[in-house]
């Protein structure tokens, strides 16, 4: 069955570095999520993007955050300039849209910042 | 404000005993329901929604919204039951915009 799958499973970094975060949805999917879950708290929805723009995005998704599609693959998450309350697991998903909210997950990547 | 509320953090059942994983929502709309599970060490995973009126693994889920409950339930427990699993309400339909709950451990013992 296809996946989604995400890279690395886990990063490390110091606080006010640049992280991306790689997800390649399933290949005939059209429409991309990031999710966070902090350690102890809910799944939090970040943002939604479909036809190459974000459709909806969270309170949380500010301007440290950007996703992008940069080939017909991948589905990036950018947080410019981490803080300590961005560590967390990071899923992305993907649907087909036809399925109503039947979203596919990756294993998540473990974010700590130090 | 839309929430999902699950108040069990761990339900712990024998083998064969019925389990009822309890989740209520608040949403001023028509909201989608949704159940997810997570086994051990496997990805987040879609169970069951409200809409296609499914049973999946022996799992049913109504919506009632009266009592704004979306509770999950199986007659018979089996072992490879345990798992976390997350309510989940969609607002808007294919948005991909979904609002968990804090999960329940279901622990299903021998």
């Not at chain 1, 975060?21 to 479909?50: A, D, M, T």
């Not at chain 2, 083998?15 to 051990?40: D, I, R, T």
């Not at chain 2, 409200?50 to 979306?70: M, P, V």
């Not at chain 2, 345990?82 to 989940?88: G, H, L, Q």
Request: aromatic share 12%; charged share 20%.
């Amino acid at each position: 069955e296809p996946e989604v799958t995400q890279t690395p499973s886990h990063q490390v970094t110091q606080m006010g570095q640049e992280v991306i975060l790689r997800c390649v949805p399933i290949s005939n999917h059209l429409y991309f999520y990031w999710y966070r879950q902090i350690l102890g708290q809910k799944v939090e929805f970040l943002v939604s993007f479909y036809n190459n723009e974000i459709s909806e995005k969270s309170e949380i998704f500010d301007d440290q955050f950007s996703v992008e599609r940069p080939d017909g693959s991948n589905f990036t998450l950018k947080i410019r300039s981490t803080k300590l309350e961005d560590s967390a697991m990071y899923f992305c998903a993907s649907s087909d849209g036809t399925g109503g909210e039947k979203l596919f997950f990756g294993s998540g990547t473990q974010l700590s910042v130090l | 404000a839309q929430r999902v509320t699950q108040p069990e953090k761990l339900l712990s059942v024998f083998k064969g005993a019925p389990v009822e994983l309890k989740c209520n929502y608040s949403y001023s709309g028509s909201p989608e329901l949704f159940w997810y599970v997570q086994y051990s060490r496997q990805r987040l995973q879609l169970l069951l929604r409200h809409i296609s009126r499914e049973s999946i693994k022996g799992f049913t889920a109504d919506l009632n919204k009266g009592e704004t409950s979306f509770h999950l339930k199986k007659p018979f427990a089996q072992e490879e039951d345990s798992a976390m699993y997350y309510c989940a309400l969609s607002g808007m339909v294919n948005t991909g915009k979904l609002i968990f709950g804090q999960g329940t451990t279901l622990q299903v013992k021998p």
